[in-house]
């Protein structure tokens, strides 16, 4: 179940893949650093105030969707939930048309989060939507509405940096409008779902009191991530922020979609194992995902680390490849531990609905990020903000492992992950001792490919994860179904 559910999301996360290198390549090439660092700082204000306001609302779509579909109140909580949307969307517009003329920002910069207010709004009305299949089980339709979304805004972005003068604002722009034209084809299809149905108050309520701690932890995990962007912007300058935006997105962004793969997939089957046959359920799929997660997460983490001189030469310009290929290996490893953290440890919360507990570990995590900042960033530039990152995560990881464990234990597979490290260490053996030089994409793409076969044969021998039933599985969605006669 969980391998099908898996390579179902393949096609989401292969999209996320595509735009989050080449927003990466593609951006730095057309951007100066000044400007991409503009940009970066923009969408991650975007992101925390999404966080921060609408997220809650998803992570209740998430959480209660399998029971209502169960007690027959879906439209019930379907219209619950874009009720309460729209009086928070009209609130949130209001106040930021209002602080964006107040703000003491520069023209280009309060362009950018105009558009990034706009992109919010709209993506978080979709996600909702998305959400809301994705609990339901249907993978295809969320799979295809994704996909576009993320094509289309990867795609309107780039076109109207080149077209018109809108700058940073311009990637955020294409953004938005991805998420109307998208809606226009996936709302009508929820609002008749959420037909007859009457928003409760009292459901409203218990969304809130669950989903309040989800959003305030995902925006200290941002923060987290993030934060120090602001801080370099005051320590050090925006071209800076450019700098370390575009090594850390090639990191960060490879391992975070690889995980958000994983835990698409794992979630949903989680929340509908404990709500229909209870905990023992629930923990097997957990140990499943963890299993899974050690499979494709530690090579990954180590082979970007392994490639990071040639891999930066090739996906960044020129002025940002030196920084990038700094602070990459330290934001691989952090992107690792962040993986685990958020899309497993962080189930034990979900599960046993306590995510007061993740929210005040995330927050103490995020403050302690910002002020390992303040001491190293100075002293070591971009490579201090990096090194933060690494412990703040470290502190994260062991504080939510040693919580959660006591409010829901969850599996945890030593020896698939002891495969998965040896495999990972003989992968990493050939790619040092692989006698290749030249240009930067000839070595890249040699030391990546002999890395991967060289996982890939040592996880098949070994059955990490069982991952040999991936093949079968595969192989029996490319056979020709037989004709009806």
């Known amino acids: 179940m969980l391998g099908k559910h898996i390579l179902g999301y393949l096609p989401v996360q292969l999209a996320r893949g595509l735009v989050g290198f080449g927003g990466v390549a593609v951006l730095t090439r057309l951007m100066p650093a000044e400007m991409y660092g503009q940009y970066a700082l923009a969408l991650a204000a975007m992101h925390i105030t999404a966080m921060a306001v609408h997220t809650w609302l998803d992570a209740s779509v998430a959480r209660f969707h399998a029971r209502a579909a169960e007690r027959g109140s879906l439209p019930t909580h379907l219209m619950t939930i874009y009720s309460t949307y729209a009086l928070v969307s009209v609130g949130i517009i209001a106040l930021g048309t209002i602080g964006l003329a107040l703000a003491p920002f520069s023209a280009t910069m309060k362009t950018a989060l105009g558009f990034g207010l706009a992109a919010l709004t709209l993506r978080s009305a979709l996600a909702i939507g998305l959400e809301t299949r994705r609990a339901a089980g249907q993978v295809a339709s969320y799979s295809v509405f994704e996909t576009l979304n993320t094509l289309g805004g990867f795609a309107f972005g780039i076109g109207i940096l080149m077209a018109t003068p809108l700058g940073a604002a311009g990637p955020i722009a294409g953004m938005a409008l991805a998420s109307l034209i998208t809606l226009f084809f996936e709302f009508p299809a929820q609002i008749r779902q959420a037909v007859g149905g009457k928003p409760r108050k009292r459901r409203a309520s218990v969304y809130f009191a669950y989903g309040l701690p989800v959003s305030v932890s995902l925006v200290f995990e941002h923060l987290l991530s993030a934060g120090d962007r602001f801080l370099i912007a005051g320590f050090l300058d925006e071209a800076a922020v450019g700098i370390y935006a575009a090594g850390y997105g090639l990191a960060d962004r490879t391992i975070d979609i690889l995980f958000i793969w994983l835990g698409a997939a794992a979630t949903p089957l989680m929340i509908r194992a404990i709500e229909r046959d209870g905990e023992a359920a629930a923990r097997e799929v957990a140990g499943q995902s963890a299993r899974v997660m050690g499979l494709l997460g530690f090579p990954a983490a180590v082979g970007l680390a392994l490639v990071a001189t040639p ?92 919580v959660g464990h006591q409010l829901f234990p969850l599996p945890l597979p030593w020896l698939d992950w002891a495969k998965a490290l040896a495999a990972t260490a003989g992968m990493a053996l050939v790619v040092i001792l692989l006698p290749v030089t030249g240009p930067a994409f000839l070595v890249l793409i040699a030391k990546s490919t002999a890395g991967f076969a060289a996982y890939a044969g040592l996880a098949l021998a070994m059955n990490i994860a069982g991952c040999r039933s991936w093949l079968r599985i595969a192989h029996g969605w490319l056979q020709p179904s037989e004709a009806v006669t």
């Open 311 to 402: 891999l930066a030469a090739v996906m960044v310009g020129a002025d940002f490849r030196e920084g990038a290929a700094t602070i990459l290996p330290w934001i691989a490893v952090a992107g690792l531990m962040n993986g685990l953290m958020t899309y497993y440890f962080h189930e034990a919360f979900i599960l046993r609905r306590k995510t007061r507990w993740m929210a005040g570990i995330m927050a103490a995590a995020a403050l302690f990020n910002l002020a390992l900042n303040i001491v190293l960033l100075p002293l070591f530039g971009i490579a201090g903000a990096a090194a933060a990152t690494v412990i703040a995560y470290a502190a994260g990881l062991v504080a939510c492992a040693l």
